[in-house]
């Protein structure tokens, strides 16, 4: 779940989040990332053993690192756009950012 701006969550809420292993992400009116609420659930070990054992696999390695860049490019376009005041620089920067396949 994400929160943005000066939302409020209630314990009762964030308690269900919880048990529904649901985490929740704030940020501010903006988008910019603030931080992050995470219960303490009873996967964390395996969780952690998986991703481990996956960083051995050079075939998902590869996936996992395309599909992080291909989201970062997407929201280095998504922020330009957010953010534009109306410059022509704005299409100028636009235009070197490349689109996401």
Known sequence: MA????TLLSAAALHEC??????????????WFIGHTVGTGHHNVETRTLQYQASFDAQTCLQLARGWVAAKIANTRTLLRRNWRGTSEFENAQARVPRPH
């Open 18 to 31: 919880f048990s529904r292993d649901i985490p929740v992400s704030w940020h501010t009116y903006g988008g």
């Open 3 to 6: 929160i943005f701006g000066s």
